[in-house]
Each structure stands twice: as C-alpha cells, then as structure tokens.
C-alpha cells in the first residue's frame, strides 16, 4: 500500500455562508435593525479581542453572485469553540434574518511533503501557517476540492516520491505569486464531503484567476484535482457593517 503523507495539523476552521432575507429584514423597523447590528458588532468585537491574543482568528467577506450575501471565516484551536461561536451568531437577533447556504467544517493542514527537515513544534514559520491570523485583504476566493480516485488517475494509489515531486513542483507555481496572492489549505478529510478547502486573499481579485488558471496546467490539477464551487468576495470591515445592512 502507498504511505499516505503524514500532516501537521492546527487551528480548526469554519466557512459559515449565509444569505439575508431582505425582505424580511426590511419589515422590521430601523430600531430592530439597529439593535441587531449592534448586538452583531459587540460579537465581532469579541472576536477582535480573541485575535489580539492570538488564541484565533477570523474574516467576513460579502459574497459576490446568488451563492450568498456574505461569509464568515472563523479560526479556533478546538472544534468545540467553533461550534459554540456558530451556536452564539445563531442566538443573536440578526441570524433571524439570515439563511444559510453553505458552510465548510476544516483544519488548517500543512503536508509533509512542504515540511521536510522542519521541526514543527519550533519552526515560527510552520507555526505561523498552522496558525494563521487571517490577512484581512480586499478580496477573498474559497473553493473546495478532492483528489481524484479514477482508473489511472488515482492520487492515492501513487508512490509517496512521486506524489512529493509533484506537490512540490505544483507548490512552485504558488510561490511566483508570493505578495499577491496568501493561500491557506485547510484539510476536511472525515470532517466535510470534500478532502480540501482552498481559501486565497488577494488585493487583486484578477490574481484568483490567473493563478487558478496557470495551476489547471500543472498534473497534480490536470490529472487529479476536482473542484467544488468557488465563492469570491470583497472584505466586509465592522465598520461597513451599516452601508451593507442599510434598507
């Protein structure tokens, strides 16, 4: 049997998506609203202070196209915080008004393959990437995707030398866009139905696409990837929280 890669593991992740019901939300009168902003914001600030103690950390985008209005990235170091922070916005007045569509259930994964020669319980750098604080950058694109398990193209009956060659040559591609694209991969194998969640942040949305098309090239997407739907969006400050909630 191939050896399967060994990974190092940190904080647990939550992609929780969600759309508004507009017309519910413009039913209510503006102190509601209000209220519920508010009460909204106080949670975001709580998890402002959590990120300051770097005990975890998190992004809000609004979502562009009809998969949802907006998203919320959150990072914990244990898969009980996540599911109490997803329990507390699901109590507060503005989740009343809120549908979800989609949500991704992770860890932050860092393979093997990209830490040889590392120890991973001193290297800052290894730490830092499976413990990431969330870069807050304009634009944010999340996808996720599988390894294929076809006839000849089956990722998991390959060599692990030969799965390493090609993670690191596909890495390479990665690394011409250092400064415009950061990268977090996030493994939900026995967590969600996909193997992978791929979550970029650019100050150039163009930067998605370019860097997406040129890795199609490489045989670790060519022969063995699939993919999931792609969410893309534009970072949703506190501050903006109003203009993107005014009716």
Known sequence: MPEPAI???????LHDFRSIDWTAWKMVSSDERESAI?????????WGKTESNKAGSHAIYSIVGQKADFMMMILRPTMEELNEIELEFNKTKLAEFTIPTYSYVSVVELSNYMAQGKDPETDPEIQARLKP??????YACFYPMDKRRQGNDNWYMLEKEDRGKMMYSHGMIGRQYAGKVRQIITGSVGF??????????????????????????????????EFGSFYVGHLLEKEALPKFLSV
């Open 192 to 225: 969600d139905d996909w193997e992978w969640g791929v979550t970029l942040f650019a100050h150039d949305v163009l930067q998605f696409k370019k860097l997406v098309y040129e890795m199609r090239f490489d045989e670790v997407s060519a022969r063995f990837g």
């Open 7 to 13: 990974t190092l593991d940190g904080w647990y992740c």
């Open 38 to 46: 508010h009460e909204f914001n106080q949670l975001i600030s709580k």
């Open 133 to 138: 604080i969330l870069p807050k950058w304009k």
